[in-house]
């Protein structure tokens, strides 16, 4: 063990069966958690630690056990101590889906229409008991891109506009998430493990579909999670690609004659939510990696404007964001 590590793993591992594992830490995303990966003669294991008061591992073992009750592949918890925020759980290995199929994007098809049977899966479930995707809870998401990139971009906007026109813009959509879907909220190609993928051509179309970072499901519309897929933040997604998976998703579903129309209103809910998140973990944070992020983002963003569903919202950005800043797609921020 060293300084880097987080105090109190020595006996956390021992009283888990790993006393002298090696643990090697691994990259960390967005929050504050981290993760290692845990080895003894036996295997591996993940460990996370969701240090508290910033973090509080029971969401994750909550809505873990309730997608492992229902056989979806969620990883196994091995050991928990939430009040110190340790987890020990199932290593699903390196194979993420992103970087898997950086190295083989001829897989690109197949990989992307195990994820959309993966959604149709978890989505044949009753919702489970987790909060409702509320409009107050889309307000306050939406809300982030005028409390954290308008500043950052030195425009004043006008705050009880938008607010306005999203009350507008996701009202309608409101009764047709009812009874509802579990919605993961970050289902994409970061956060999919191919289980069992390896380097055959073969392997992604037999390889399990790992869920991880899911703990902050709620219950809501069953288009949100194929926004995160199909509309990533962090890896391009072809607009002919996007288009053959939601006609996947669509065939296998038959969500309905709105379902499109509501799809480009969380499009850019979503959207507009990740350009705030990443001029926060900026200006907050101090993780300004995420900026070279919002170009990909904007330009999804602004495919889901064109929809007539988004005219209130349109019509705002119009009224609001410069024209030459939405040409560069939101980018190069103060």
């Known amino acids: ?144 891109f005028v409390d954290w990139y308008c500043p950052a971009s030195g425009l004043a906007v006008d705050v009880a506009g938008w607010t306005a026109a999203w009350d507008a813009v996701l009202h309608p959509l409101l009764a047709r998430q009812q009874p509802g879907v579990t919605v993961l909220r970050d289902y994409h190609a970061e956060n999919i493990m191919l289980i069992g993928a390896g380097d055959g051509l073969g392997g992604a179309v037999a390889a399990e579909q790992g869920l991880i970072d899911f703990q902050d499901a709620l219950v809501g519309h069953r288009a949100y999670d194929l926004v995160s897929l199909l509309q990533d933040a962090r890896r391009d997604v072809a607009p002919a690609l996007e288009q053959a998976m939601l006609e996947r998703y669509c065939t296998a579903t038959d969500p309905g004659p709105d379902f499109l129309a509501d799809y480009a209103r969380l499009g850019a809910q979503r959207n507009a939510k990740i350009v705030g998140i990443f001029a926060r973990l900026w200006r907050r944070d101090g993780k300004p990696r995420y900026l070279s992020l919002i170009p990909r983002v904007w330009e999804a963003l602004e495919r889901d404007l064109a929809h007539p569903a988004l005219a209130p919202v349109a019509a705002w950005f119009a009224a609001n964001i410069p024209q030459d800043l939405r040409d560069r797609r939101g980018g190069e921020i103060a």
Do not use: K
Request: aromatic residues 10%; charged residues 25%; contains cysteine.
């Open 1 to 144: 063990m060293n300084a880097a590590l987080p105090e109190g793993l020595d006996d956390f591992l021992c009283d888990a069966g790993w006393a002298g594992a090696a643990v090697e830490p691994l990259p960390g995303d967005a929050s504050f958690r981290r993760y290692f990966r845990v080895r003894n003669a036996g295997g591996s294991a993940m460990l996370m630690d969701a240090p508290p008061p910033r973090e509080d591992p029971r969401p994750f073992l909550h809505v873990g056990r309730w997608l492992a009750d229902r056989g979806l592949r969620a990883p196994r918890i091995y050991a928990e101590r939430a009040e110190q925020g340790f987890v020990l759980l199932e290593d699903f290995g390196s194979d993420r889906m992103r970087d898997w199929l950086d190295q083989h994007p001829e897989q690109e098809q197949a990989v992307y229409a195990r994820a959309i049977d993966a959604l149709v899966a978890l989505q044949a479930h009753p919702p489970g008991p987790f909060e409702p995707y509320d409009l107050a809870t889309y307000q306050r998401e939406a809300a982030l």
